[in-house]
């Protein structure tokens, strides 16, 4: 299982995404801001082979980060859960089955893959630790932004 991201150059049109954060308070910047507008990366999650990111596209990283947080909170209970991305129509189903989730995408429903809930759920809370530790290393007074905390110990 694969679920990581790459933190862009500043200087590449990803890491202006980065670079725009550090306009204004970060105390302040609203959730929204945040979510769709700022820390753009490229981001990989496979299971088994089958893709479901890849690097060759890119995604929200605090946005993204959030909703697998919320994924993992499903998955605690044993609920389903779904990705969704507001930068195109892509849904990603985890559909809990047992002590195993399977996960498929809206864009290739044929091609599912199958993850120890366990497992997953361990990957997708590193994921959000991660981007919370990234997000904060490139600008520290991120951690006082309640969107950010939440990354912190994501569950």
């Known amino acids: 299982m694969i679920v990581d991201f790459v933190v862009p150059d500043v200087d590449s049109v990803l890491g202006r995404s980065w670079a725009r954060s550090l306009e ?3 105390h302040s910047i609203e959730e929204g801001v945040l979510r769709y507008k ?4 490229q981001v990989e999650f ?9 690097k060759t596209s890119f995604v929200p990283l605090v ?3 959030i909703g697998m947080s919320r994924i993992v909170g499903n998955l605690a209970r044993e609920s389903d859960g779904v990705l969704d991305f507001t930068e195109h129509d892509e849904l990603i189903w985890f559909v809990v089955d047992g002590e195993n989730v399977e996960v498929v995408s809206s864009k290739n429903p044929a091609a ?8 997953l759920m361990d990957a997708l809370a590193s994921f959000a630790a991660r981007a919370h530790d990234a997000v904060v290393t490139f600008h520290p007074a991120m951690s006082e932004n309640a969107t950010v905390a939440r990354l912190r110990h994501a569950d």
Request: proline letters at 0%; charged letters at 20%.
């Open 24 to 26: 204004g308070d970060a």
């Open 38 to 41: 700022l820390f753009y990366s």
């Open 46 to 54: 496979s299971i088994d082979g089958v893709r479901f990111l890849s």
């Open 63 to 65: 946005d993204l980060a």
């Open 112 to 119: 599912a893959a199958t993850a120890r809930t366990a497992d």
